[in-house]
């Protein structure tokens, strides 16, 4: 239990119709009481002048008390509901510091949130996620996880380790009661519908972290073969500068867009090509590095003038690193169908930036080049570290069944088991160490 009481402001920094101080903590209900001369009903919006030390009034708006535990902390919450300025907002902010409250650090109430137990460590990192979606997918996914959708998965699954293992170690501990666990079926049973859980809840948190993380696409290939007129179309504005003179673009020009919910952060890099130029040899070397950390890498080539002895040439020239699909655009002047060839040694898609002709293809191709599949209703948000504590869990379990079956060694299934169990506790929170919450909650807003 916390004996502090924080605050910080709530809205987005800069001028608006209101701005939201919040206060969180132990002496939440004296500081109201300063501020405003009186303490109002709980979950009551009371209309009262905010006053300084001197009783002159700071601002004038609603105050809302929340009592402990009934509130987003656990704690006595109060929430100054005033006018949107700066300064406004910092002369009452300094007034609630005077009064006792320290600034909060950043995602500190969510934080306490958790360790109060009104959130799971999943549902406190979607409340972040919530904040920061970049799509309507993304933001319902985001608000199923707040809800406790990821987070009852994750029990369900914990629950069906904890159930296996109290009956292995039972006959472990207990070989009077002539408990056969070897030669029963009920093992390799529940041990088949564990890893179909883990198979199911490993495909639905890759998605998830798809909406999260999004996908990187970096569009490479020679000067004046179309990239900057492809980010354009996808974009469906003008981002980059389109020019018929080589090297145009010099730089890496970034461009966040959405297939179905899909984040992409798409990036047009310079022309490959030997420069003299000082300043677009640079930007061929930040492209080659882009390419390196890139999910998929689009060469783009113009498929009016690109031979088969050019297109090896280029191909050999791109730097090892992420998949790579080859773009064939301006086929509106090379009068060719759009189409997409998938085969064993590579993937091709004919496109026109100009006319948009085959644009459908090169997107559909990129979900699938992911295996991203449209959001469902019951799509939750993860995150990296999640799919990294199933992984790390369903491998437990695999090496589990493989002592069992090779050496007969219930009591290392039983180990692995609760090795899963520990893995998957990270997620919501159960077994967490205090330098990943952290971590963790050092990505929140200062006012969350």
């Known amino acids: 239990m916390t004996t502090d009481t924080i605050t910080a402001i709530a809205t987005p920094p800069g001028r608006g119709g209101i701005g939201v101080i919040r206060i969180s903590g132990p002496q939440s209900p004296a500081i109201a009481e300063s501020i405003a001369g009186k303490l109002p009903e709980p979950r009551t919006a009371f209309l009262t002048a905010f006053v300084d030390d001197q009783q002159d009034a700071i601002d004038e708006g609603i105050m809302i008390y929340f009592a402990a535990p009934n509130s987003f902390t656990g704690e006595a919450v109060v929430e100054l509901q005033g006018h949107g300025g700066p300064v406004v907002q910092d002369m009452l902010l300094q007034r609630v510091v005077e009064l006792g409250a320290r600034l909060a650090r950043p995602g500190e109430f969510s934080e306490r949130a958790f360790l109060n137990g009104k959130l799971d460590l999943a549902q406190a990192e979607a409340v972040a996620d919530l904040i920061e979606s970049g799509s309507a997918q993304a933001a319902r996914s985001a608000l199923h996880s707040l809800q406790g959708a990821f987070s009852k998965e994750i029990h369900t699954l914990v629950e069906m380790l904890t159930r296996l293992r109290m009956y292995v170690e039972a006959a472990i501990d207990f070989p009077e009661e002539e408990i056969d666990f070897l030669a029963d079926a009920r093992v390799s049973q529940e041990l088949a519908q564990i890893e179909k859980q883990f198979d199911q809840l490993l495909a639905a948190t890759r998605q998830g972290c798809l909406l999260h993380d999004g996908m990187t696409v970096v569009l ?71 390419m390196d950390k890139a999910d998929r890498v689009l060469l783009i080539v113009d498929d009016t003038e690109t031979t088969e002895d050019d297109l090896e040439k280029m191909i050999a020239e791109l730097p090892c690193g992420g998949p790579r699909t080859i773009v064939r655009n301006k086929i509106d002047l090379s009068n060719k169908e759009p189409n997409y060839i998938d085969t064993r040694c590579y993937k091709e898609v004919a496109v026109s930036a100009k006319t948009g002709a085959g644009l459908d293809d090169l997107r559909k191709h990129l979900k699938d080049c992911m295996g991203y599949q449209s959001a469902g209703e019951g799509t939750f948000m993860a995150r990296r570290r999640h799919l990294d504590a199933i992984e790390r869990a369903m491998a437990h379990v695999v090496e589990g069944k493989k002592q069992l079956e090779s050496s007969k060694a219930g009591e290392l299934l039983a180990e692995e088991l609760r090795l899963a169990q520990n893995d998957l506790g990270e997620i919501t929170g159960e077994f967490t160490s205090d330098d990943l919450l952290g971590k963790i909650f050092s990505t929140f807003c200062i006012g969350k």
């Open 220 to 290: 490479a290939g020679k000067p004046n073969a179309g990239k900057s007129s492809l980010l354009n179309a996808l974009a469906g504005q003008e981002s980059a500068i389109v020019s018929d003179i080589p090297g145009t673009t010099r730089d890496i020009i970034r461009e966040h867009i959405q297939i179905d919910g899909l984040p992409i952060h798409v990036l047009d890099t310079a022309g490959l090509r030997d420069s003299g130029d000082a300043i677009e040899t640079e930007g061929v070397r930040r492209a080659k590095e882009a």
